[in-house]
């Protein structure tokens, strides 16, 4: 069966994670976060673990040959899934352009795209905050600064780019975690 897959995009600290969290208990879907993939990895310390901790450490983003081959091979294990939410990636055009096949022998349907709309200055406030509760090695001011700039330089464009293809919904990322849950439940109900 044809799998209904989704997208989570939205700046680092917007909340994505917990609502893909939330939205794959509620339907049933595959929650799949490549910065805990990574993360895994590096644990781990496998040969791909450390040649992303070089680009993750410094605020990089991961070639993206290297996520997409790394997601294409951990979906293998969720034959049976319904469907996946797709929690940190694609983070650039070039990551979406493979998922949907260029230059690729294989391509992933995506049904549903969700932007969670932060401001910049939130944002910041968020990731500063989380940086003292977690530790992340990611999480320094510096470098929380660059992956902020990343963001807006290469992720940002995937709006436009789900957009053009009518599958992208905006939804206000300010708010409680419940009342934003509400909102993309509607949104997923309605897809469905
Ligand atoms: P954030 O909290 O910044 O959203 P994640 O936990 O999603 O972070 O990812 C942590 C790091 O892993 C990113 O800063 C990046 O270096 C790397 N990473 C995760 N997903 C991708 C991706 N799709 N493409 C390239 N790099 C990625």
């Known amino acids: 069966m044809k799998k209904f ?51 993750i450490d410094k605020g990089n983003l991961c070639p993206d040959s290297l996520t997409i081959n790394m997601l294409y091979d951990y979906l293998t294990h969720f034959e049976s899934a319904k469907g996946f ?5 694609p983070r650039t055009i070039q990551q979406a352009e493979m998922l949907d096949g260029v230059g690729m022998s294989e391509s992933l349907n995506v049904d549903l795209v969700i932007n969670l709309n932060v401001p910049e200055d939130e944002i910041i406030r968020r990731m ?16 929380i ?16 780019y789900y957009q053009k293809k009518s599958i992208l919904s905006q939804v206000n990322g300010m ?7 509400e909102e993309i439940k509607k949104l997923i109900e309605n897809k469905l």
């Open 5 to 55: 897959n989704i997208v989570m995009l939205g700046a680092p600290g917007s909340g994505k994670g917990t609502q893909a969290q939330l939205m794959a208990q509620e339907f049933g879907l595959q929650h799949i976060s490549t910065g805990e993939l990574f993360r895994k990895q590096i644990a781990s310390k496998s040969a791909l673990g450390l040649e992303a901790q070089s680009y």
């Open 85 to 89: 939410i797709l929690d940190g990636v």
């Open 128 to 143: 500063l905050e989380r940086a003292k509760l977690q530790g992340r090695s990611d999480d320094t001011p510096e470098i």
């Open 145 to 160: 600064e660059k992956r902020i700039h990343n963001y807006f330089t290469l992720t940002r464009p995937l709006e436009d």
């Open 175 to 181: 708010g409680t975690i419940e009342e934003i849950f």
